[in-house]
């Protein structure tokens, strides 16, 4: 029982830990969207 416990225990760790990184690299993603389309815009100014 204490197995099952601790399976489904490290096993919701590594559903939250999935969806941080995906929130991370997504934040990233966008971030980067972003300071491409500034680049671009600058160029256009020049």
């Given amino acids: 029982m204490a197995d099952n416990y601790l399976e489904k225990r490290y096993d919701e760790y590594l559903e939250r830990k999935a969806a941080a990184e995906k929130a991370r690299r997504a934040a990233w ?4 969207d972003a300071y491409r389309k500034r ?7 020049r």
Avoid: G
């Avoid at 993603?29 to 980067?32: E, G, I, Y």
């Avoid at 680049?39 to 100014?45: F, G, H, S």
């Fill in 39 to 45: 680049l671009a815009e600058e160029r256009k100014v």
């Fill in 29 to 32: 993603k966008k971030q980067l």
